[in-house]
């Protein structure tokens, strides 16, 4: 079975999404929110989106302060 997190709010904290896992309408306040599985809707208002390979955002929102990194897949 695969894990998902809902609603979670991180505030300068860091949240790792293994592959197969999911997180669904976090709020990044600070931090870092690291994908290999999949993050759906997040929204970024500070701190880093790091999407790895493999890994997936829906509807992402990065608001003033925020930053969406996409890492190189094959």
Do not use: W
């Not at 790792?16 to 809707?41: K, S």
């Not at 999407?51 to 997936?56: A, L």
């Amino acid at each position: 079975m695969n894990g998902t997190a809902e609603y979670s709010i991180l505030n300068d904290g860091y949240q790792i999404v293994q592959m197969g896992g999911a997180a669904n309408q976090t709020t990044l306040n600070n931090g870092v929110l690291q994908v290999y599985g999949a993050a759906n809707e997040p929204t970024i208002k500070g701190g880093r989106l790091i999407i790895e390979k493999d890994g997936i955002t829906v509807f992402a929102a990065i608001e003033k302060g925020g930053l969406l990194e996409v890492k190189e897949g094959d």
